[in-house]
T-cell receptor, first 109, second 116 residues
Framework: DAKTTQPNSMESNEEEPVHLPCNHSTISGTDYIHWYRQLPSQGPEYVIHGLTSNVNNRMASLAIAEDRKSSTLILHRATLRDAAVYYCILTFNTDKLIFGTGTRLQVFP | GAVVSQHPSWVICKSGTSVKIECRSLDFQATTMFWYRQFPKQSLMLMATSNEGSKATYEQGVEKDKFLINHASLTLSTLTVTSAHPEDSSFYIC????????????FGPGTRLTVL
């Protein structure tokens, strides 16, 4: 399975944009990039996913580099409820989601 | 849509007893469900993949006789921790895949198991 690298932690102030990076230099041409987040004491929550083009939904935006070796999850206006561990995961036609250590996002009021 | 529930949300049991955890997809049919375990301050670890009507596929190092998985219907999968011991205390989380051909999974809220 192609691996991802994320910073252990990041901080943001409320109502500011947050850019969460993910490196995946060994990504293959058919790997999808998925983002999930896990709030404390809860199951993970699907955030967004993409293949090549940038993606937007009501929760976030996903910017994918042209060479696909990195991507960035963008929270346009962080709220206290966005404090969570964010996981970047690659998948290809597989049932499995292999979770790494993720990025712990702290949001300050 | 795409809601997954788990029951119970927490359970405390004595060492040597068995505990059953239910995972239900409430508003969709899930041909595939997954079970994860998460220890404090660690990431999720996939335990097994469960397909409706067939035997579960366990990840390496997970004892299939200790963690019994049943996926009898398209909306229900159960995980039974048999002869539980304190080292089995963990946060157990299930997920369901919405449909074939997609990798997106929807997760339950988790079950906190404490074995005394």
């Amino acid at each position: 399975d192609a691996k991802t690298t994320q910073p252990n932690s990041m901080e943001s102030n409320e109502e500011e944009p947050v850019h969460l990076p993910c490196n995946h230099s060994t990504i293959s041409g058919t790997d999808y990039i998925h983002w999930y987040r896990q709030l404390p004491s809860q199951g993970p929550e699907y955030v967004i996913h993409g293949l090549t083009s940038n993606v937007n939904n009501r929760m976030a935006s996903l910017a994918i580099a042209e060479d696909r070796k990195s991507s960035t999850l963008i929270l346009h206006r962080a709220t206290l409820r966005d404090a969570a561990v964010y996981y970047c995961i690659l998948t290809f036609n597989t049932d499995k989601l292999i979770f790494g250590t993720g990025t712990r996002l702290q949001v300050f009021p | 849509g795409a809601v997954v529930s788990q029951h119970p949300s927490w359970v405390i049991c004595k060492s040597g007893t068995s505990v059953k955890i239910e995972c239900r997809s409430l508003d969709f049919q899930a041909t595939t469900m997954f079970w994860y375990r998460q220890f404090p301050k660690q990431s999720l670890m996939l335990m097994a993949t469960s397909n409706e009507g067939s035997k579960a596929t366990y990840e390496q190092g997970v004892e299939k006789d200790k963690f019994l998985i049943n996926h009898a219907s398209l909306t229900l999968s159960t995980l039974t921790v048999t002869s539980a011991h304190p080292e089995d205390s963990s946060f157990y989380i299930c997920s369901a895949r919405l449909r074939r051909g997609t990798d997106t999974q929807y997760f339950g809220p988790g079950t906190r198991l404490t074995v005394l």
